[in-house]
């Protein structure tokens, strides 16, 4: 990958994740559901409330909510200006009082059940093909949210 895509790429894999109905249902705080598609639900862009190009703050959350996060968090280039393997990070970050849903799922692991269907092994439009390498658990300083961390490799075209 040239650095001139890195941006692009990282944009383009959170519009596909936006796409998901599911994730997004996930992430405010619903069920999944196939009333309404994600343009009805979210008439503006959904990005700015629970999506972030970003690693978490927990210093930024003031409401119970459950967001993804998702970030290069290094890049190493093995030519100048180009990179060939990436590793894409997934943070699903939920309040504790949102882990369980009804029906005693928990709904990060059903955001990662999503995003592991949608992403794994397949191509994304124009970036290249996401592998998921694992996942684990952690607690960030903050005393009202957990977060689930999931890294993927990512091989890409561009």
Not at 53 to 67: A, L, R, W
Not at 109 to 134: C, P, T, W
Request: charged residues 25%; glycine residues 4%.
């Amino acid at each position: 990958m040239k650095l001139e895509y890195i941006s692009k790429n990282l944009t383009t894999i959170l519009r596909e994740v936006m796409k998901n109905q599911d994730i997004m249902d996930l992430l405010v705080g619903q069920k999944p559901s196939d009333d309404k598609t994600v343009e009805e639900q979210f008439p503006k862009a959904p990005i700015n409330h629970t999506l972030f190009p970003t690693i978490f703050n927990p210093k930024t959350v003031t409401s119970e909510t459950c967001t993804l996060h998702v970030y290069f968090p290094e890049i190493d280039f093995v030519r100048a200006g180009t990179t060939q393997e990436t590793t894409v990070v997934f943070d699903i970050v939920c309040d504790k009082n949102l882990w369980v849903m009804d029906g005693g799922l928990i709904r990060p692991m059903e955001i990662l059940k999503h995003l592991y269907n949608a992403f794994d092994k397949k191509e994304v439009y124009e970036v290249g093909q996401l592998s998921f390498q694992r996942s684990r658990q952690h607690a960030t300083t903050n005393e009202n949210y957990d977060l689930l961390n999931t890294e993927s490799l990512m091989y890409m075209w561009a």
